[in-house]
C-alpha cells in the first residue's frame, strides 16, 4: 500500500487525537476504550468526510472541474465538509438535498448542517422528497451543468466510492502508527457505518498491512447482511485501486445492524443514552445520527460481555455534532 501515489490535498488536521476514555472505562468496568478524534479534523466543524475529501477534491481539481457536486440527507455532515473543502479550493458546490428524516420540524430543516452548508457558500439546487434515487438526480443534474459548459465533479453520498475510501486506509495507516508510538496494542476498532466507506477503508487498509485488527461497523441504516455486502464489495475496489493482490476474505468485514431503531436519523433510547454519557463524563459530543448509535452500540456490547477487560477498543468518533442542532425538540423533550 503507497498512498503518496494518489493525488491528495490538505484539508484537515491530522493526525486526528487517539485518547483514552478513562472515565466511561471506568464507568463500564472495562475494557479500555479509547477514542480516535476525527472529529476533529478541523475542517468547518470537523467529521469523517474530511479524509475521503483529500482525495476526492484532489481528483476533481486534476480532471478540472470548475463546479463540486453531491448530495445527502437534509443533515448530511458529507454536504456540509464537501462544501467546505470546495470553499477552500475557490469552488462553487452545488448540492442536493433528501427530506429523508421529516419528523423534527423547522430546526431539522434549516438549523444545523443546513445552516452551515449556506454559510460556507453551497447552494443547495433541490431540497427532494424521501426515497428520491439522489444518485441519478445527481447524475441529471450534472448533465445539465455540462450541456452549459461546465465540468463538474460528482462526488457520491458520503464520498463513498474507492478514491474516497482511500482516505480510511490513510486513517488505517495513522492508527498503526500512532499505536507503536503509544506502545498501544488495538485489540477492536468500532465505529458508525453508513455509505460504507469509512469501514471500507480501514478493512482496505489494516488486511493491505496485514495488521488483523478486527473492525466492528455499527449500522445506522442498513440491514446486517446488506451493510456487510456494500462494505466488502467497496473495500475489494479499493483494495483494486491500492493495487492489493488477492481478494479480501468476507470474514474481515463485519456489521451490527441492532442499533438502528425506527431508521435512518430516528433517534433511539441508547444513542440519547450516549450522547449524554459522553457530554456528561468525558465532555465529548457525539451525533444523533451516526456517532451517537455507534457508541450506543459499543456500550451495549460491552454491558453484555462482547470484549475482553483487558482489551483495548478504539472508538473512531466520526464527528456530527453539528447535526445536534437540527435535533434541538428531541433535547427538550
Ligand atoms: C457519514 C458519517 C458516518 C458514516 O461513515 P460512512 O463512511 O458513510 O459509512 C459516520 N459518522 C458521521 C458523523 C458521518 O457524517
Redo the contacts with the bound molecule.
Keep these: 500500500m503507497h498512498l503518496a501515489r494518489f493525488p491528495r490535498l490538505s484539508l484537515g488536521h491530522f493526525p486526528t487525537p487517539l485518547e483514552p476514555l478513562e472515565n466511561l472505562s471506568k464507568l463500564l468496568g472495562g475494557p479500555k476504550i479509547w477514542i480516535k478524534r476525527d472529529?476533529a479534523t478541523g475542517l468547518a466543524t470537523g467529521?469523517?468526510?474530511t479524509r475521503?475529501l483529500e482525495f476526492l477534491l484532489a481528483d476533481g481539481l486534476q480532471k478540472k472541474a470548475d463546479i463540486i457536486i453531491t448530495q445527502g440527507a437534509t443533515q448530511?455532515?458529507?454536504v456540509r465538509q464537501t462544501i467546505a473543502g470546495a470553499a477552500k479550493l475557490g469552488l462553487k458546490a452545488k448540492v442536493l438535498l433528501e427530506k429523508r428524516v421529516t419528523d423534527f420540524g423547522e430546526d431539522y430543516q434549516r438549523s444545523g448542517n443546513v445552516q452551515l452548508d449556506l454559510l460556507l457558500g453551497g447552494e443547495i439546487v433541490a431540497h427532494l422528497p424521501g426515497g428520491t434515487d439522489m444518485q441519478q438526480a445527481m447524475e441529471e443534474y450534472a448533465a445539465e451543468l455540462r450541456e452549459q459548459g461546465h465540468n463538474p465533479y460528482v462526488i457520491p453520498?458520503?464520498?463513498?466510492n474507492a478514491i474516497?475510501?482511500l482516505g480510511?486506509a490513510a486513517c488505517a495507516e495513522e492508527l498503526l502508527y500512532q499505536s507503536s508510538q503509544q506502545r498501544l496494542r488495538i485489540d477492536h476498532v468500532v465505529?458508525?457505518?453508513?455509505?460504507?466507506?469509512?469501514?471500507?477503508?480501514l478493512v482496505a487498509g489494516f488486511t493491505a498491512t496485514n495488521s488483523h485488527i478486527p473492525v466492528l461497523?455499527i449500522s445506522?441504516r442498513a440491514p446486517k447482511a446488506k451493510q456487510e455486502e456494500n462494505v466488502w464489495n467497496l473495500a475489494s475496489r479499493t483494495r483494486e485501486l491500492l493495487g492489493v493482490p488477492g481478494d479480501l476474505p468476507r470474514e474481515t468485514v463485519v456489521a451490527n445492524s441492532d442499533y438502528v431503531g425506527d431508521g435512518y436519523g430516528l433517534p433511539t433510547e441508547s444513542m440519547l443514552e450516549a450522547l449524554h454519557l459522553l457530554a456528561q463524563h468525558e465532555g465529548i459530543l457525539l451525533?444523533p445520527?451516526?456517532?451517537g448509535k455507534?457508541m450506543a452500540g459499543l456500550i451495549d456490547l460491552i454491558r453484555k460481555g462482547h470484549f475482553r477487560k483487558d482489551d483495548n477498543v478504539v472508538f473512531i468518533h466520526?464527528?456530527?455534532s453539528a447535526?445536534l442542532f437540527g435535533y434541538r425538540q428531541v433535547f427538550e423533550k
Design positions: 472529529d467529521g469523517n468526510k475521503k448530511s455532515n458529507h453520498g458520503g464520498g463513498s474516497g475510501a480510511y465505529h458508525a457505518t453508513g455509505s460504507t466507506g469509512t469501514q471500507a477503508g461497523g445506522v451525533d445520527v451516526y456517532s455507534g466520526t464527528g456530527g447535526g
